[in-house]
């Protein structure tokens, strides 16, 4: 028998909660990485009953929630919807979520939550037990930044997917965090290496000068570390990426030109950061941000 002690036996915090804005404040997404992931499931569930909360999703061991701003009266029921979102209050710099629970539900409404990377204060009621909790946090706003990379590799050696992944996991901090990383299928066309895939990281960065940084060291690294002399780096700074999507689908369902590839950057709000043939590609990437069981397959579409 081994004999354990538990610092505090029913606390689970999380790894990390942030929160994108768009640019009018009107929607966010709240990306919750969990270290419990039956809790974040359990939690998933309850919270999609909240008037606020548009959409859900897992990837991985994090949970996403698509939300209006501003704040909402919630009916908590056991067992049903014993937990939500209550408010999602953007000022200033900053963002106050409210959450509220019953029993279990409060404890993860509360100091699960507190707890988390990423929070800068909180406020919180006892949970516990049988007792209705609530509890505040308060995390910096932050705005995506999605990154669309490909033909770092050749035939003898590389892969864009490991390279863009390991420069990614260097480059989160704070100030820029890595959200997401999501390889995507393309036409198979003649010039590939082998399997013609791109990728696309996505980060929350929370003001213009870590956006500048990190993506300055992207291609910093990006220059050093590449194996080809075609790579492209391109940089879409929204909180959807609706706008490039037709050039994706023309992308995956047949070859393109590196012309029309960069006329059609230009007139998206695309920012093109290394200009190899590798921009047909990274272009085709942007849309299927944090979709990587999608992006994977040809056939599919983004509803």
Request: with cysteine.
């Amino acid at each position: 028998m081994k004999e354990i002690e538990l610092e505090d036996p029913y606390t689970i915090p999380y790894k990390g909660i942030y929160v994108v804005c768009d640019k009018n404040n009107e929607y966010a997404e709240i990306i919750e990485h969990t270290n419990c992931y039956g809790g974040a499931a359990w939690s998933k569930f309850h919270y999609s009953h909240s008037p606020l909360i548009l959409n859900t999703r897992s990837i991985g061991n994090m949970i996403r929630y698509l939300v209006r701003t501003g704040s909402s009266t919630l009916d908590l029921k056991p067992s049903r919807s014993a937990a939500g979102i209550e408010s999602v209050i953007v000022s200033g710099d900053e963002i106050h979520i409210s959450y509220s629970g019953l029993g279990g539900g409060g404890v993860g409404a509360t100091k699960c939550r507190a707890l988390a990377e990423g929070v800068l204060r909180y406020e919180c009621t006892e949970s516990g037990g049988g007792r209705a909790a609530k509890g505040t946090i308060v995390v910096p706003r932050r705005e995506r930044v999605l990154i669309g990379i490909d033909d770092t590799d050749t035939k003898e050696t590389g892969a864009t997917w490991t390279l863009t992944h390991n420069i990614a996991k260097e480059l989160d901090c704070p100030e820029s965090v890595y959200l997401s990383h999501t390889l995507v299928q393309l036409y198979p066309v003649e010039a590939r290496t082998q399997n013609c895939v791109s990728t696309v990281l996505e980060f929350g960065c929370t003001d213009d000068a870590a956006k500048t940084c990190l993506l300055e060291s992207i291609r910093a690294a990006l220059k050093k570390y590449s194996a080809s002399d075609q790579t492209g780096m391109v940089v879409l700074s929204d909180f959807d990426a609706k706008g490039v999507y037709e050039y994706s689908k023309q992308c995956r369902s047949g070859e393109l030109t590196k012309d029309y590839a960069m006329q059609y950057a230009g007139e998206h709000g695309v920012d093109v950061w290394m200009d190899g043939n590798g921009v047909i590609g990274a272009l085709a990437a942007l849309a299927w941000f944090a979709r990587p069981d999608e992006s994977i397959r040809l056939e599919a579409e983004i509803e």
